[in-house]
């Protein structure tokens, strides 16, 4: 192949394990990276941020929920108040 450049790479550290073919003729990649502690570490960062949201979410949807149900609850006083008014 005059012209092209071909190349797979093959690397291998500790916990990392990499492969890594390039072709660059009409140009064309294929990656694959593995590492096993690095893998864990973003996991457990992801799923903090994840469980960060929910809380937020959670909280959110609560004091949501709480003006709503004290909007009700006026509604109602309002409505009583004018249902046990006595007509003469």
């Given at each position: 192949?005059?012209?092209?450049t071909?190349a797979?790479?093959w690397?291998?550290?500790g916990?990392t394990?990499?492969?890594?073919?390039?072709?660059?003729?009409s140009?064309?990649a294929?990656?694959w990276?593995?590492?096993?502690?690095?893998?864990?570490?973003?996991?457990?960062?992801d799923?903090?941020?994840?469980?960060?949201?929910?809380?937020?979410?959670?909280?959110?949807?609560?004091?949501r929920r709480?003006?709503?149900?004290?909007?009700?609850?006026?509604?109602?006083?309002?409505?009583?108040?004018?249902?046990n008014?006595k007509?003469?």
């Amino acid at each position: 192949m005059s012209g092209s450049t071909v190349a797979l790479q093959w690397l291998y550290s500790g916990s990392t394990v990499a492969l890594q073919w390039l072709y660059s003729g009409s140009t064309v990649a294929l990656q694959w990276l593995y590492s096993g502690s690095t893998t864990n570490k973003r996991r457990t960062k992801d799923e903090q941020k994840t469980d960060k949201r929910r809380t937020k979410d959670g909280q959110k949807t609560n004091k949501r929920r709480t003006k709503d149900e004290q909007k009700t609850n006026k509604r109602r006083t309002i409505n009583e108040g004018t249902t046990n008014v006595k007509w003469k």
